[in-house]
């Protein structure tokens, strides 16, 4: 079925992104809770069904890893993308001062396995891996978003996407590739694979914005320094596992079915992991950090007489 603005109710903001708000709406015809992403794009109107040619093949992209996709329309110049609510948000918000290992393994363990299955079913590499692109429920299920399926909207997003957080790996940076959409490979998703289990562990992007002067400091230590390790506290496995993707030359970098094959990810197979328990207390942390703010924010506009 195709959906349309008429079907859904408005709900509440989700979230603002860098190109447009995410609201929670109810498709009335289903009852289903959806999240819609409202990307403003200021293109002509066959450009806009290039677009929603593109992201067609989304929906054959239902994994248990990946945030189910359910439709895309435009009205004017926006494009409003429909997908799966996901009702614990996203990871970044959620990681605190980092999580126990073996949440960390159950975590990557989703993500790998979300990120094989776009490439060996429907050669799609994501091409934007980072917590804030991984979701999370209340059932403890983990799965990732945004991947670029519409060349068409990257070409136009792009001109917008600077960030202070770099997940891109070294070559990228370096820009060895006169074009890095075309030749973007499969293994620069390990390097930002590897970037976010440690800001997970850690509890904080690994290179902070505050050691480096400028952005581009920033970015030559991605290229120039050693790759980050995750915190003592984690076993020698996990950081083997973790060394394997922060290989600087991608030719280095581990595939997904090693990843997979790898002792961290077997064992963690063989866990019990009480995810959903992890998520309720991860999303009452968030609450109350968010709580706090709140109220400084209140303190600052009506300062105590
Ligand atoms: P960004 O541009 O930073 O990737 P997005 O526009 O994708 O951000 O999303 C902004 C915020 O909206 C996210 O941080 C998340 O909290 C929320 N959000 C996005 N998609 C969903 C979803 N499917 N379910 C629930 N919340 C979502």
């Known amino acids: 079925f195709a959906i349309n603005m ?12 860098a190109y447009g708000t995410v609201k929670r709406v109810l498709h009335r015809p289903t009852k289903v809770a959806m999240a819609m992403k409202e990307i403003r794009l200021e293109l002509d109107e066959s450009k806009l069904n290039a677009i929603l040619m593109e992201l067609d093949i989304l929906h054959r992209a239902v994994h248990p890893s990946i945030v189910e996709f359910y439709g895309a329309f435009f009205i004017e110049t926006c494009v409003y993308y429909c997908m799966e609510f996901m009702d614990a948000g996203s990871l970044d918000k959620l990681y605190g001062v980092g999580v126990p290992e073996d949440v960390l393994a159950r ?46 909207l990257e070409k136009s997003l792009a001109k917008t996407n600077i960030g202070c957080q770099s997940y891109m790996a070294p070559e990228r940076i370096k820009g060895e590739s006169q074009n890095a959409l075309s030749t973007y490979t499969v293994s620069s998703d390990v390097w930002s694979v590897g970037l976010a289990t440690i800001e997970i562990g850690l509890g904080a992007y690994p290179y902070p ?6 952005v581009f400091a920033q970015l030559q230590a991605i290229v120039h320094g050693d ?9 020698e496995t996990a950081c083997d596992w973790v060394s394997k993707c922060l290989v600087k030359r991608p030719e280095g970098r581990a595939s997904y079915a090693e990843l997979l094959e790898h002792p961290f990810l077997v064992n963690d197979a063989g866990n019990t992991v009480d995810m959903a328990a992890w998520v309720s207390r991860a999303v009452a942390w968030r609450d109350k950090q968010r709580e706090k703010e709140r109220q400084a924010v209140l303190a600052k506009e009506a300062p105590p007489p």
Request: aromatic content about 6%; some cysteine; glycine content about 8%.
């Open 227 to 235: 790759p980050p390790v995750l915190p003592a506290k984690y076993t």
């Open 6 to 17: 008429d079907q859904l109710e408005l709900q509440d903001e989700l979230g603002k992104g």
């Open 107 to 152: 975590i990557v363990a989703s993500m790998v396995r979300g990120l094989k299955f776009l490439k060996d079913d429907l050669q799609i590499i994501h091409r934007d891996v980072k917590p804030t692109n991984v979701l999370v429920n209340m059932k403890g299920q983990v799965k990732l978003c945004d991947f670029g399926v519409s060349g068409q």
């Open 209 to 214: 914005p505050e050691t480096y002067s400028n």
